[in-house]
């Protein structure tokens, strides 16, 4: 007699059917969080590990650990499970030996102020050259009664200017075009003779310096003075202090008009000063010795810079119109290459 197998066949959907529930089950569970995927944490000590160390130099609390990385986890069956290994940011090498960029000096500048008159103006100074040896050109001591130096102290800039190589690479030339700009503004003449105190600026420096002097063979065509002190006007003080403490000058022209010659500094004269008014004599057609009318000169520029160890002159253009610009040319060479 054949047996039947329907019982086992119904035994067998069944447990096709409960295996099935049991899957879906799973899937849906996971979907709902019942079964997390797991996620790599940070490690939480062990109460039977090590205390927890220091944390690292470079972990700033609150921020994400930027100092350590995360190390593989550790066999299956360790006591310690995943842990992480600090890692040191190594501290930044020295810096190299600092590198200094040498800017050279630029050949002129200008205009440079270096005071004020009693006016407000600028006194204004123009440099050319580097060199070790400083020379100066000082024009317009009288303004604009002498207005002839100041227009040659400004030919002389514009030629060196365009001609630079005329400055020796020894030599540093300073030309300052006016002193007494002042008077320069008030008057071509002589009511432009003198700065807004009233005073003679060349017969205000600390050398040889007078309250008054015998008027009747010098200058006296409108009043004038020597200043309360020797020294008081700034215009003198900006030029002094330039000369000694800024730029220690060894050679100076003064330019003056007109006519009389070039006076050395020095009373008596300043043996260095008399050399460079024979040196410049030689090029040109100014005399030396200078024309003697008897006047008795106080507190002049180049006494004062001669007792300061400078070579100094007066150098008086022939009139009060002209600049003689190309005597001047050969007079400016012999300045530049003159040596004690």
Not at 40 to 67: I, M, V
Not at 231 to 259: K, N, W
Request: charge should be negative.
């Amino acid at each position: 007699m054949r047996r039947s197998h329907r019982p086992l066949l119904g035994i067998l959907i069944f447990v096709w059917f409960l295996a099935l529930l049991l899957a879906g089950g799973l899937i849906g569970a996971s979907s709902l969080g019942v079964f997390a995927v797991p996620t790599l944490a940070l490690p939480t000590p062990h109460a039977t590990g090590p205390a927890p160390g220091p944390l690292p130099p470079t972990w700033t609390p609150g921020a994400p650990p930027e100092a350590i990385d995360e190390a593989p986890p550790t066999p299956a069956g360790s006591a310690s499970g995943p842990h992480f290994e600090p890692t040191f940011t190594p501290a930044e090498p020295f810096p190299p030996n600092p590198t200094f960029i040498f800017t050279p000096v630029p050949f002129s500048d200008g205009p440079i102020v270096i005071g004020t008159s009693v006016g407000g103006r600028p006194i204004e100074v123009y440099r050319f050259g580097t060199g070790p040896v400083h020379r100066m050109i000082v024009a317009g001591i009288h303004g604009g009664y002498e207005w002839n130096t100041t227009a040659l102290a400004d030919e002389l800039i514009t030629h060196i200017q365009a001609n630079p190589d005329i400055i020796p690479h020894t030599v540093t030339l300073y030309i300052l075009r006016t002193l007494n700009p002042d008077g320069l503004v008030r008057a071509l003449g002589v009511a432009g003779r003198v700065n807004n105190h009233g005073v003679d600026l060349n017969r205000n420096f600390p050398v040889n310096w007078a309250d008054d002097w015998n008027r009747t063979l010098c200058w006296n065509y409108t009043p004038t003075s020597s200043g309360t002190g020797p020294g008081s006007e700034p215009e003198t003080q900006a030029l002094i202090d330039f000369v000694t403490t800024q730029t220690r000058v060894t050679a100076l022209i003064s330019y003056h008009s007109a006519a009389l010659g070039i006076f050395p500094g020095g009373d008596p004269p300043h043996e260095p000063s008399v050399k460079l008014a024979e040196a410049l004599a030689a090029v040109s057609t100014y005399p030396y010795p200078p024309l003697d009318i008897g006047c008795v000169y106080t507190g002049t520029l180049p006494d004062w810079a001669a007792a300061e160890g400078i070579a100094s002159v007066d150098l008086e253009l022939h009139t009060h119109v002209f600049t003689d610009f190309e005597e001047n040319l050969e007079i400016l060479e012999a300045f530049l290459e003159w040596r004690r």
